[in-house]
């Protein structure tokens, strides 16, 4: 029996050990300078060693949360990293895993985090999202907020974002987890927007809460997989980056109620075959994308910059592509984009998403067995 509880500890003992040394390492390495249209500009990387990387924020005093699909959450403090305990069990594997993560704008006096995360159950999985408070490096209170309740075995298109709206209630997408139909049934989760509050609690105003047969979370219908979202600073619109099939790539902006066509319509077609899916590209009832991509670039992540550190791009929206390996810079004018900006064209990989750092540079991460968090910063 000691020779058990011996080999145990020794386990127990070397998968700490391992987990520690997988963790990613810091680091501060110049890439590379690059012109732009707000001039020269330094590239450089602050950590690698990141296991598939899927979204990052900052907490108020500048520390940095990267969410691992995996199913790792990891902190960058003063040049170290750690690993945060208390997460809920997260289902990994495909594209599902651990994906969004948002840092409350109250964050100093409630210390609350909120993530969306796949989540198994019978049938197979499905998207869920939880809030919890930060203690340290470890997470309390877990509470889950929303969960996919018909889960099936497809390892395909989870979503997941989770923002903020400017009346404080969280609009969180999800995909339609590779069946297609799904998106146009209002008493099923997948392919929509879904608007909670942080409480979890369903919003009065919801635009399908009184509606007979659909859920009450839901926000908007007929998406195939949102991958980005970011709210207007100056209008408070809700911009959304969504994946097509083969083309099709979109950005929409996002209107409660409204329908976004996929399957119906669609720019893209049947991987493969190359033939039509749906009715064709527009149909009246249904919301036409802002700009679509076709061949696609995989838009990721978005965020507006609103920083001083480039005043050429006050205002700009960033997408992160995956296919396309790039950055993309879009001027917008009246709710329509004026202008594109290619950035970082194959210089990092897969950019899974990016946001304005306190400091007012932009910040990225590449999704890879190998992912990397960058800085983006003015030339001296």
Known sequence: MKKVFSILIFLAALNALSAQSSLPVTEDTTIGQFETSAGSVILRRLV??????????????????????????V????????AITGLPPISAGGQGGLLDILVDPDFAKNRTVYFTYATAGPGGRGTASARAELDGYNLRNVHVLWEMKRKTGTGHHFGSRIRMLPDGTLLISTGDRGDMQRSQDMADAAGKTHRINTDGTIPLDNPFRTVRGALPSLYTTGHRNIQGLAVHPATGEIWASEHG????????????GKNYGWPVVTYGRNYGTGTRIGEGETKEGLENPVIQWTPSIAPSGLTFYTGDAFPVWKGSLFSGNLAGQRLVRMTIENSRITGQEILLQGTVGRIRDVKEGPDGFLYLIT?????????IEPAP
């Open 245 to 256: 099939p083969q083309g099709g790539d979109e950005i929409n902006i996002i209107e409660s």
């Open 48 to 73: 690698s060693g990141l296991q598939n990387p899927w979204s990052f924020d900052f907490l108020p005093t500048g520390e940095i949360l990267i969410t691992e699909r995996g199913g790792t959450l």
């Open 367 to 375: 999704d890879s067995a190998n992912g990397a968090l960058y800085r």
């Open 75 to 82: 902190l960058i403090d003063d040049k170290q990293t750690h």
